[in-house]
């Protein structure tokens, strides 16, 4: 019977076939990472947005309830440079007061997006 390929060739092929094996698998995970980024930033927006709120409510002596001026907040200047989006859904429903302990004032519409312990936030 002949031989198709030499021992050498086999081996030069079984190489690229690990290489391109080896290609697709990194390929296949990197959306993945990426995904874990866009939440971890999202999270991050979130809580940028609930510390701002409390740390207003601290100031001001404001009862959960009380209306927030957010404009007041968030500009070129202000305690906040710019509002933050969500990496992946764009702008957050901003809540025009105060929330009480444990609820978002900007939660992603994106419920992977939320943190899973806001208990000090
Ligand atoms: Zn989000």
Redesign the pocket.
Known sequence: MARYFTRKKVFQLTIVFLALVAALGVLSLMPHQHRGS??AT?VMHQRDLQMLMRHVQEEEHLKAGAPIEWAKLIGPGLLMESKPV????GEYSISPVVTGPRILVAP?R?AS?RAKDISDW
């Open positions: 866009d939440r999202c969500c990496p992946v859904h992603c994106d997006h």
